[in-house]
Protein backbone atom coordinates (compact mmCIF):
# COMPACT_ATOMS: atom_id res chain seq x y z
CA UNK A 1 0.00 0.00 0.00
CA UNK A 2 1.91 2.92 -1.07
CA UNK A 3 -1.45 5.22 -0.66
CA UNK A 4 -2.69 7.74 -2.93
CA UNK A 5 0.06 9.98 -5.06
CA UNK A 6 -1.39 13.51 -5.99
CA UNK A 7 0.64 15.84 -8.28
CA UNK A 8 1.83 18.54 -8.27
CA UNK A 9 1.91 19.74 -4.79
CA UNK A 10 1.20 23.25 -5.65
CA UNK A 11 0.46 24.94 -8.23
CA UNK A 12 0.32 28.66 -8.91
CA UNK A 13 -1.26 29.85 -12.23
CA UNK A 14 -2.78 33.25 -13.56
CA UNK A 15 -6.50 34.01 -13.98
CA UNK A 16 -7.76 32.46 -17.51
CA UNK A 17 -4.93 29.51 -17.45
CA UNK A 18 -5.80 25.66 -17.82
CA UNK A 19 -4.39 23.53 -14.76
CA UNK A 20 -4.73 19.71 -14.88
CA UNK A 21 -3.89 17.29 -11.53
CA UNK A 22 -3.16 14.09 -11.85
CA UNK A 23 -3.97 11.47 -8.98
CA UNK A 24 -2.74 8.09 -8.42
CA UNK A 25 -4.46 5.73 -6.37
CA UNK A 26 -3.93 2.86 -4.44
CA UNK A 27 -3.53 0.30 -6.81
CA UNK A 28 -6.61 -2.17 -5.98
CA UNK A 29 -8.87 -0.09 -5.52
CA UNK A 30 -11.71 0.52 -7.58
CA UNK A 31 -13.54 3.89 -6.39
CA UNK A 32 -12.13 7.22 -6.93
CA UNK A 33 -13.21 10.43 -5.54
CA UNK A 34 -11.97 14.23 -6.17
CA UNK A 35 -13.01 16.60 -3.03
CA UNK A 36 -11.89 20.31 -3.21
CA UNK A 37 -11.31 21.79 0.23
CA UNK A 38 -11.09 25.61 1.22
CA UNK A 39 -9.72 26.82 4.31
CA UNK A 40 -12.55 26.65 7.22
CA UNK A 41 -14.24 24.07 5.29
CA UNK A 42 -14.71 20.48 5.14
CA UNK A 43 -13.98 18.32 1.41
CA UNK A 44 -16.46 19.12 -0.45
CA UNK A 45 -17.54 16.47 -3.15
CA UNK A 46 -17.08 16.83 -6.88
CA UNK A 47 -17.18 13.87 -8.77
CA UNK A 48 -16.65 9.64 -8.51
CA UNK A 49 -15.26 7.34 -10.41
CA UNK A 50 -16.17 3.55 -10.67
CA UNK A 51 -13.06 2.18 -12.25
CA UNK A 52 -13.18 4.32 -15.45
CA UNK A 53 -16.87 5.34 -15.62
CA UNK A 54 -17.75 8.61 -13.63
CA UNK A 55 -21.08 7.72 -12.21
CA UNK A 56 -21.80 10.97 -10.22
CA UNK A 57 -20.45 14.87 -10.84
CA UNK A 58 -21.53 17.69 -8.09
CA UNK A 59 -23.11 20.82 -9.28
CA UNK A 60 -20.22 22.01 -7.69
CA UNK A 61 -18.45 20.87 -11.05
CA UNK A 62 -19.03 23.71 -13.18
CA UNK A 63 -18.83 23.41 -17.34
CA UNK A 64 -14.89 24.61 -17.19
CA UNK A 65 -13.55 21.42 -14.70
CA UNK A 66 -13.57 17.87 -16.44
CA UNK A 67 -12.22 14.82 -14.68
CA UNK A 68 -11.16 11.71 -16.48
CA UNK A 69 -10.20 8.03 -15.20
CA UNK A 70 -9.37 7.27 -19.01
CA UNK A 71 -7.73 3.26 -17.63
CA UNK A 72 -9.71 3.02 -14.59
CA UNK A 73 -6.30 3.35 -12.87
CA UNK A 74 -5.11 7.53 -12.76
CA UNK A 75 -7.01 10.19 -12.42
CA UNK A 76 -6.79 13.69 -14.12
CA UNK A 77 -8.74 16.98 -13.07
CA UNK A 78 -8.97 19.77 -15.13
CA UNK A 79 -9.96 23.13 -14.79
CA UNK A 80 -10.20 25.30 -18.06
CA UNK A 81 -9.76 29.42 -17.87
CA UNK A 82 -9.14 29.26 -14.10
CA UNK A 83 -10.67 31.88 -12.02
CA UNK A 84 -9.68 33.47 -8.37
CA UNK A 85 -12.71 31.07 -6.75
CA UNK A 86 -10.75 28.28 -7.92
CA UNK A 87 -8.24 28.86 -5.47
CA UNK A 88 -8.52 25.89 -3.16
CA UNK A 89 -7.03 22.33 -1.78
CA UNK A 90 -8.11 19.34 -4.16
CA UNK A 91 -8.18 16.52 -2.84
CA UNK A 92 -8.01 12.84 -4.23
CA UNK A 93 -9.24 9.73 -1.67
CA UNK A 94 -9.89 6.17 -3.12
CA UNK A 95 -11.61 2.81 -1.67
CA UNK A 96 -12.12 -0.04 -2.47
CA UNK A 97 -15.00 -1.12 -4.21
CA UNK A 98 -17.08 -3.28 -1.23
CA UNK A 99 -19.09 -1.41 0.52
CA UNK A 100 -18.83 1.72 2.68
CA UNK A 101 -14.92 1.39 2.35
CA UNK A 102 -13.29 4.30 4.04
CA UNK A 103 -11.66 6.86 1.65
CA UNK A 104 -7.88 6.94 1.38
CA UNK A 105 -6.35 10.27 0.62
CA UNK A 106 -3.70 11.78 -1.17
CA UNK A 107 -2.39 14.92 0.78
CA UNK A 108 -3.69 16.80 -1.95
CA UNK A 109 -3.02 19.77 -4.75
CA UNK A 110 -2.78 23.63 -3.37
CA UNK A 111 -3.86 25.61 -6.68
CA UNK A 112 -3.70 29.12 -6.32
CA UNK A 113 -5.60 31.41 -9.06
CA UNK A 114 -3.68 34.90 -8.97
CA UNK B 1 -26.94 22.83 2.16
CA UNK B 2 -25.04 21.80 4.95
CA UNK B 3 -26.07 18.22 5.26
CA UNK B 4 -23.22 17.21 7.87
CA UNK B 5 -22.42 19.81 10.81
CA UNK B 6 -20.05 20.65 13.52
CA UNK B 7 -21.02 23.25 15.17
CA UNK B 8 -18.08 23.75 17.30
CA UNK B 9 -14.71 25.13 15.22
CA UNK B 10 -11.86 24.29 17.82
CA UNK B 11 -11.50 22.79 21.14
CA UNK B 12 -9.36 22.18 23.91
CA UNK B 13 -8.54 19.33 26.07
CA UNK B 14 -5.90 18.53 28.86
CA UNK B 15 -3.67 15.47 28.12
CA UNK B 16 -5.38 12.45 30.02
CA UNK B 17 -8.78 14.22 30.29
CA UNK B 18 -11.90 13.01 27.70
CA UNK B 19 -12.13 14.81 24.76
CA UNK B 20 -15.99 14.79 22.97
CA UNK B 21 -16.42 15.85 19.59
CA UNK B 22 -19.99 16.20 18.25
CA UNK B 23 -21.47 16.06 14.88
CA UNK B 24 -25.27 16.54 14.11
CA UNK B 25 -26.77 15.40 10.35
CA UNK B 26 -30.16 16.27 8.69
CA UNK B 27 -30.35 13.38 5.53
CA UNK B 28 -32.00 10.41 6.90
CA UNK B 29 -30.76 8.66 4.28
CA UNK B 30 -27.18 8.48 5.65
CA UNK B 31 -26.35 4.74 6.15
CA UNK B 32 -22.99 5.11 7.40
CA UNK B 33 -20.90 7.63 9.61
CA UNK B 34 -17.22 8.14 10.07
CA UNK B 35 -14.85 10.15 11.81
CA UNK B 36 -11.38 11.33 10.08
CA UNK B 37 -8.59 12.86 11.33
CA UNK B 38 -6.24 15.60 9.64
CA UNK B 39 -2.80 16.89 10.36
CA UNK B 40 -1.17 20.02 8.70
CA UNK B 41 -0.38 19.53 5.31
CA UNK B 42 -1.52 15.93 4.95
CA UNK B 43 -4.49 14.11 3.47
CA UNK B 44 -7.67 13.51 6.23
CA UNK B 45 -7.18 9.90 7.08
CA UNK B 46 -9.94 7.35 8.20
CA UNK B 47 -10.19 7.21 12.34
CA UNK B 48 -13.31 5.04 13.11
CA UNK B 49 -16.80 4.74 11.42
CA UNK B 50 -20.37 3.15 12.27
CA UNK B 51 -22.96 1.48 10.85
CA UNK B 52 -26.48 3.10 11.13
CA UNK B 53 -28.26 -0.06 12.38
CA UNK B 54 -25.60 0.39 15.83
CA UNK B 55 -25.44 2.75 18.29
CA UNK B 56 -21.83 2.39 19.14
CA UNK B 57 -18.44 1.41 18.10
CA UNK B 58 -14.68 1.43 19.83
CA UNK B 59 -11.42 1.50 18.88
CA UNK B 60 -8.67 1.64 21.21
CA UNK B 61 -8.83 5.17 23.23
CA UNK B 62 -11.78 6.20 19.76
CA UNK B 63 -15.25 5.19 20.64
CA UNK B 64 -18.18 7.02 18.44
CA UNK B 65 -21.84 6.79 19.67
CA UNK B 66 -25.03 7.62 17.32
CA UNK B 67 -28.21 8.88 17.86
CA UNK B 68 -30.36 8.19 15.26
CA UNK B 69 -33.42 9.69 17.08
CA UNK B 70 -31.42 12.95 17.36
CA UNK B 71 -29.18 13.08 13.97
CA UNK B 72 -26.49 13.29 16.40
CA UNK B 73 -23.09 11.32 16.77
CA UNK B 74 -20.26 11.88 18.96
CA UNK B 75 -16.26 10.61 19.14
CA UNK B 76 -14.85 10.49 22.80
CA UNK B 77 -11.28 10.18 22.65
CA UNK B 78 -10.16 8.65 26.31
CA UNK B 79 -7.43 9.23 27.82
CA UNK B 80 -6.77 12.49 25.50
CA UNK B 81 -2.45 12.68 24.34
CA UNK B 82 -0.67 15.40 22.83
CA UNK B 83 -0.29 13.60 19.60
CA UNK B 84 -3.95 13.70 19.05
CA UNK B 85 -4.10 17.83 18.04
CA UNK B 86 -5.36 17.79 14.48
CA UNK B 87 -8.59 18.56 12.77
CA UNK B 88 -11.67 15.98 13.13
CA UNK B 89 -14.01 15.72 10.51
CA UNK B 90 -17.71 14.09 10.86
CA UNK B 91 -18.34 12.46 7.76
CA UNK B 92 -21.58 10.47 6.00
CA UNK B 93 -22.15 8.09 3.85
CA UNK B 94 -25.16 8.24 0.81
CA UNK B 95 -25.62 5.07 -0.37
CA UNK B 96 -27.19 6.18 -3.71
CA UNK B 97 -25.00 3.86 -6.02
CA UNK B 98 -21.86 6.01 -5.40
CA UNK B 99 -21.00 5.70 -1.70
CA UNK B 100 -21.15 9.51 -1.92
CA UNK B 101 -19.10 11.18 1.32
CA UNK B 102 -20.59 14.06 2.58
CA UNK B 103 -17.73 15.81 5.08
CA UNK B 104 -18.45 18.24 8.06
CA UNK B 105 -16.57 21.85 8.37
CA UNK B 106 -14.47 19.73 10.97
CA UNK B 107 -13.33 20.57 14.55
CA UNK B 108 -9.78 21.96 15.57
CA UNK B 109 -8.96 19.73 19.00
CA UNK B 110 -6.14 20.93 20.81
CA UNK B 111 -4.20 18.52 23.55
CA UNK B 112 -2.63 20.21 26.54
CA UNK B 113 0.69 18.67 28.05
Known amino acids: DTGVSQNPRHKITKRGQNVTFRCDPI?????LYWYRQTLGQGPEFLTY????????KSRLLSDRFSAERPKGSFSTLEIQRTEQGDSAMYLC????????????FGNGTRLTVT | DQQVKQNSPSLSVQEGRISILNCDYTNSMFDYFLWYKKYPAEGPTFLISISSIKDKNEDGRFTVFLNKSAKHLSLHIVPSQPGDSAVYFCAAVLNTGGFKTIFGAGTRLFVKA
Open chain 1, 49 to 56: FQNEAQLE
Open chain 1, 27 to 31: SEHNR
Open chain 1, 93 to 104: ASSRGTGHSPLH
